[in-house]
């Protein structure tokens, strides 16, 4: 069986830097004495410090509660496997304090994650039986058992531990492109591993919506998942991801979403004419559209995975492909993507071993490899990838 592509964490690491160093040159924040930018700046952020024992948590993290939400829009997908949700559970056997988790007060007595899914959701599984200890280190004989199978002074010392919260409340909390945007201030900065919310996973956290979650289910089909070689979907993913899944740079990281998020947004922007970095583009196309139609959720939806389709069965289930790296090239894809859905009479089928030769030409010369794959992540860039996919494909 051949050998799944797979993008490394590396790439999509560039992948990801490349996007946040851009520059717009028309998006600079408006020109301020210092004074008065500094007071216009200021986050209105009103703070409390709490401990939460362990009893509380099960009691208010249960399903239906509706007083934590540990899973808002804008927060990173799960990616803790049982062993290491296993050794925070021993961390409170052996009362070791835990860092403290980051709650945003939405509204009277109603919170949402902002830093501390991870742990919070470890601690409401295993309270819940939902899983069984591994791994421990200094509690080996408990490797094999849930909550409820553990000896009863066990269970409440366990329910008397605690940890620690910080609590915020954000008295402004508009989104402004020309201002200093509070809620992106805290879904960015306040992150106590000290990991930055990537671009994607921040449009994740100020769009929520229709088509942000369109985004994550089109990212999970089984079409896209085969391309990209990131592994299928599974019921119980949301809960209980799956080492491979956890260790999937494009999965991990949003970036599959973003990858869907391409098409829509970068056509979008060769159709009206729009200027500027591609991160921008991508932001607004998500503020635009992040309340989509039904019927629109539906076409686009139908759209994209036709066009996928098509091109998979194209190219022989290796769309997106180079040769020299068996792996999928985005700029490839965008290109490929964009200029079928601009020309979708086209019949690829019929066509197909000239389409295919015209491509391997293409990526044979380094002029046209350079316009296909080499060149920069810009607009102008962008361009002229669709024109010359747009001729391979009409080979």
Same mark, same amino acid.
Not at 320 to 327: D, E, G, K, M
Not at 358 to 371: H, R, T, W
């Given at each position: 069986m051949a050998r799944k592509p797979t993008i490394?964490?590396?790439?999509?690491?560039e992948w990801i830097a490349d996007e946040e160093s851009e520059r717009d040159a028309s998006h600079t924040m408006l020109s301020l004495d210092p004074a008065e930018k500094y007071a216009r700046s200021q986050l209105r952020v009103i703070r409390e410090t709490k401990d939460y024992q362990l009893d509380y948590l099960k009691h208010v993290l249960e399903p239906g509660k509706g007083i934590i939400n540990t899973a808002p829009g804008y927060q990173r997908? $799960? /990616?803790?496997?049982?062993?290491?949700?296993?050794?925070?559970?021993?961390?409170? $056997?052996?009362?070791?304090p835990v860092p403290p988790v980051f709650l945003f007060e939405t509204d009277y007595n109603q919170y949402e994650v902002i830093d501390g899914r991870q742990r919070l959701e470890a601690i409401r599984s295993f309270l819940a039986n939902g899983f069984a200890l591994v791994g421990l280190e200094y509690w080996p004989e408990l490797d094999g058992k849930r909550f409820n199978e553990l000896p009863t002074v066990l269970q409440k010392g366990l329910l008397r531990r605690s940890v620690p919260a910080v609590v915020l409340l954000a008295e402004t909390s508009a989104i402004s492109f020309d201002d200093l945007d509070v809620r992106r201030a805290l879904f960015d900065r306040l992150n106590t591993g000290g990991i930055k919310l990537n671009p994607q996973e921040l449009r994740n956290a100020l769009y929520p919506g229709k088509l942000n979650k369109l985004l994550v289910k089109l990212a999970r089909s089984s079409l896209f998942t085969a391309t990209w070689g990131i592994p299928p979907y599974? /019921?119980?993913?949301?809960?209980?991801?799956?080492?491979a899944l956890i260790k999937n740079a494009l999965?991990?990281? $949003?970036?599959?979403?973003?990858?869907?998020?391409?098409?829509?947004?970068l056509r979008d922007a060769i159709q009206t004419g729009k200027k500027g970095a591609l991160k921008r583009i991508l932001d607004r196309y998500m503020a635009a559209n992040k309340d989509l139609k039904?019927?629109?959720?539906?076409?686009?939806?139908?759209?994209?995975?036709?066009?996928?389709? /098509?091109?998979?069965q194209l190219f022989d289930a290796k769309p997106?492909?180079?040769?020299?790296?068996?792996?999928p090239s985005r700029p490839l894809y965008d290109a490929l993507m964009i200029a079928l859905s601009q020309n979708p009479e086209l019949d690829l089928i019929r066509r197909?071993?000239?389409?295919?030769?015209?491509?391997?030409?293409?990526?044979?010369?380094?002029?046209?490899?350079?316009? $296909?794959?080499? /060149?920069?992540?810009?607009i102008e860039a962008l361009h002229q990838r669709v024109q010359l996919a747009t001729s391979i494909l009409k080979s």
């Open positions: 490394e964490a590396s790439e999509v690491d997908r $799960l /990616r803790w496997n049982r062993a290491k949700k296993s050794l925070l559970v021993e961390s409170f $056997l052996l009362n070791i599974t /019921r119980d993913e949301e809960e209980e991801p799956s080492d999965f991990s990281s $949003l970036t599959d979403a973003e990858l869907v998020l391409r098409f829509f947004a039904d019927k629109d959720e539906a076409a686009i939806e139908h759209e994209f995975l036709t066009l996928l389709e /098509r091109l998979y997106f492909q180079l040769p020299s790296t068996a792996r197909k071993t000239p389409i295919n030769h015209a491509l391997e030409k293409s990526l044979q010369s380094p002029e046209e490899y350079d316009v $296909l794959v080499g /060149r920069g992540n810009t």
